[in-house]
């Protein structure tokens, strides 16, 4: 008689997001691999219920499953709660095993190895996790494998991280984004799917740890296996959250060219860095035929002075130029900013004047935060203040002030969004917030 395969549940914490609800792509990719290995597994996605009874309904949902395998995907902004739910899981199901993954274990594993937490998975891709499933967890088993924290005998072993990777073993399983679909949103620009191309990014900001993913090695995927994805996928718009899309030129040539060779009918968003956009003007063209429209550009700021704080590599000459190129190639740019908690009523006041002065619709606006795991964590760690998990979402602020109160910092930032917000309501609203000619209300 073979091993009793394990039976699986998925958990995509909720968290406040008023501006975006996306698929969660991480746990699909987990779903295709227990899909091919014949294991019952679903999506328990908190996105899609209401904030009131969390903890009920997920209790129900594994009495009613007969789950015995839980898997968290664990962000900065849900440590506490996931360590909570755990902590309340296992006094109801005491036999049941936790898992937690993700972006925040992949980084900062050491925070989830607490007593009820079974197996830490911080390893690049799914390779371990297959033989994990294939083969079973018990001890003897996951001391061959690589990237996990697991206890033995009440003691936790940290196995050391596995090779990068370039890609993916399995498909996703996109059942829960199909189903999620009336849920889904980005604020004012409809429902997207996600991709992914490419694994961490090549440079080294220092508030991000983006760049520290897959062992802090830059990867990207198969081209081809990019393009049959999104032609497979039965929804017409399509975000790369690869940390910078377009990066190589001639692989963002080669992708475009084969989207219109294919004659494929998709709407695209993606993540550029402005010297790219700066410098590549004559790609720009193409991408906008292809089906590009939203590109998130990490401006971060308007001073040479904090960009290269940031280690940006990138200048104000740069990020203008980058504005004025995808504006004349009829590509939205949506401009990313990082507030730093240095910031002066001056630098407020010019943040708004640059902004309207480029012509800027779309703004996202973010609070510096040194994120665990970032360079930016090491430098400013003595400095924290009120750094609980939930206030990391750069919404928030986790370093005091150096040029105004607090109280008064935080109405300076939402001023910032009362001002420009109601002009992208309003432009969309009236279908004219992807026109980049135009500029006002109308």
């Known amino acids: 008689?073979?091993?009793?395969?394990?039976?699986?549940?998925?958990?995509?914490?909720?968290?406040?997001?008023?501006?975006?609800?996306?698929?969660?792509?991480?746990?699909?990719?987990?779903?295709?691999?227990?899909?091919?290995?014949?294991?019952?597994?679903?999506?328990?996605?908190?996105?899609?219920?209401?904030?009131?009874?969390?903890?009920?309904?997920?209790?129900?949902?594994?009495e009613h499953g007969k789950f015995d395998f839980i898997g968290f995907n664990a962000n900065a902004n849900t440590v506490d709660i996931i360590i909570k739910r755990a902590r309340q899981l296992k006094q109801r199901f005491p036999n049941i095993t936790i898992m937690v993954g993700g972006p925040e274990a992949e980084l900062n594993y050491k925070e989830f190895c607490t007593d009820d937490i079974d197996i830490v998975y911080y390893d690049n891709g799914l390779m371990t996790l297959k033989k994990m499933w294939s083969e079973g967890y018990t001890s003897d088993k996951l001391r061959d494998l690589s990237g996990i924290c697991y206890k033995e005998n009440g003691k936790w072993i940290i196995k050391e991280k596995g090779a990068p990777v370039c890609g993916f073993i399995t498909k996703p399983d996109r059942t829960a984004f199909y189903k999620g679909l009336k849920n889904n949103y980005i604020f004012m620009k409809g429902k997207f799917a996600l991709s992914k191309a490419s694994f961490s990014c090549p440079y080294n900001c220092t508030f991000c740890?983006?760049?520290?993913?897959?062992?802090?090695?830059?990867?990207?995927?198969?081209?081809?296996?990019?393009?049959?994805?999104?032609?497979?996928?039965?929804?017409?718009?399509?975000?790369?959250?690869?940390d910078t899309f377009f990066f190589d030129k001639e692989r963002v040539r080669a992708f475009c060219n084969e989207v219109l060779r294919r004659g494929l009918k998709k709407q695209f968003m993606a993540y550029a860095r402005a010297d790219f956009l700066a410098a590549n003007p004559d790609i720009l063209p193409l991408a906008y035929k292809a089906g590009f429209r939203d590109i998130m550009v990490g401006l971060e700021a308007i001073s040479d002075e904090t960009l290269d704080e940031y280690n940006k590599q990138t200048s104000r000459n740069e990020n203008i130029m980058a504005i004025k190129n995808l504006r004349d190639a009829g590509l939205v740019c949506n401009g990313l900013f990082v507030i730093n908690y240095t910031a002066t009523r001056d630098d407020f006041r010019k943040l708004l004047q640059f902004v309207k002065g480029n012509n800027l619709l779309w703004v996202v606006f973010g609070i510096f935060t040194p994120y665990k795991g970032t360079d930016a964590y090491d430098e400013y760690k003595d400095k924290l203040i009120h750094f609980k998990s939930w206030r990391l979402d750069g919404t928030h602020l986790t370093l005091k002030p150096t040029n105004m109160s607090s109280v008064e910092f935080m109405l300076r930032y939402y001023w910032l969004h009362a001002v420009t917000y109601p002009k992208i309501i309003v432009r969309a609203m009236l279908g004219t917030a992807y026109d980049t000619k135009k500029k006002g209300w109308f």
Not at 14 to 42: D, F, H, M, Q, W
Not at 216 to 226: C, F, I, N, S
Request: proline share 4%.
């Open 209 to 242: 740890y983006c760049t520290k993913m897959n062992s802090g090695e830059y990867t990207e995927r198969d081209l081809m296996e990019v393009v049959d994805e999104i032609e497979e996928l039965k929804h017409d718009k399509i975000w790369f959250v690869d």
């Open 1 to 62: 008689m073979g091993r009793k395969k394990p039976r699986v549940l998925l958990i995509r914490p909720k968290y406040t997001s008023l501006v975006a609800n996306l698929e969660p792509l991480g746990l699909e990719y987990l779903a295709g691999l227990a899909k091919e290995l014949k294991i019952n597994c679903r999506i328990h996605d908190e996105f899609q219920y209401p904030w009131a009874m969390r903890l009920y309904r997920l209790v129900r949902r594994i």
